[in-house]
T-cell receptor, first 114, second 116 residues
Framework: AQTVTQSQPEMSVQEAETVTLSCTYD???????LFWYKQPPSRQMILVIRQEAYKQQNATENRFSVNFQKAAKSFSLKISDSQLGDTAMYFC???????????FGQGTRLTINP | NAGVTQTPKFQVLKTGQSMTLQCAQDMNHNSMYWYRQDPGMGLRLIYY???????DKGEVPNGYNVSRLNKREFSLRLESAAPSQTSVYFC???????????????FGPGTRLTVL
């Protein structure tokens, strides 16, 4: 079974700083996807970024980028020039071709301070 | 285009009461899902429906039943609520469950359920 682990329950940085959230996963599958979701206080689940395992190039979406280390089974999220609106829970998630189910990590609560 | 809608937004039940959480999507998606989110944990899959007329158990199905009423609607029923079912419940939908690639799941706003 796949597992996703986020080892940082909470993080806090100043506005405009760069912050990196960590995620590790365990799987025996070769074809899979990894995601970062943002959950603001409104509870809405918002897809921030996705990475296909077969792609070596790290995904980027504006201020958000990932560091995908396939051999180490590591998938971290970097937020550059952090903004107050980035304050939220962030979940790392895995989808594998075999199980075809989204598996979520425990989440990291990120606070951006003014 | 409302996306995925859920009713109610909040609900308080007493132990042993029953209720049904409603979910509807207007994106013509084939697959629908129910998750629960507990404090300190990510979302966990309760049940899913790969297509109209089919339902399957997820990771934590005990104490729940589901009905795929039609292509648009997927309901979650608690027959006899227990305090352990206090949680936030999310419905999601996607185009289809494909064998070889991932189709993005779109989430509803969630229902906060408290069982006393």
């Amino acid at each position: 079974a796949q597992t996703v682990t986020q080892s940082q329950p909470e993080m806090s940085v100043q506005e405009a700083e760069t912050v990196t959230l960590s995620c590790t996963y365990d799987t025996s599958e070769n074809n899979y996807y990894l995601f970062w979701y943002k959950q603001p206080p409104s509870r809405q689940m918002i897809l921030v970024i996705r990475q296909e395992a077969y792609k070596q190039q790290n995904a980027t979406e504006n201020r958000f980028s990932v560091n995908f280390q396939k051999a180490a089974k590591s998938f971290s999220l970097k937020i550059s020039d952090s903004q107050l609106g980035d304050t939220a829970m962030y979940f790392c998630a895995f989808w594998g071709q075999g199980a075809q189910k989204l598996v979520f990590g425990q989440g990291t609560r990120l606070t951006i301070n003014p | 285009n409302a996306g995925v809608t859920q009713t109610p937004k909040f609900q308080v039940l007493k132990t042993g009461q029953s209720m049904t959480l409603q979910c509807a999507q207007d994106m013509n998606h084939n697959s629908m899902y129910w998750y629960r989110q507990d404090p300190g944990m990510g979302l966990r899959l309760i049940y899913y429906s790969a297509s109209e007329g089919t339902t399957d158990k997820g990771e934590v199905p005990n104490g729940y039943n589901v009905s795929r009423l039609n292509k648009r609607e997927f309901s979650l029923r608690l027959e006899s609520a227990a305090p352990s079912q206090t949680s936030v419940y999310f419905c999601a939908s996607s185009e289809a469950l494909a064998a070889s690639s991932y189709n993005e799941q779109f989430f509803g706003p969630g229902t906060r359920l408290t069982v006393l």
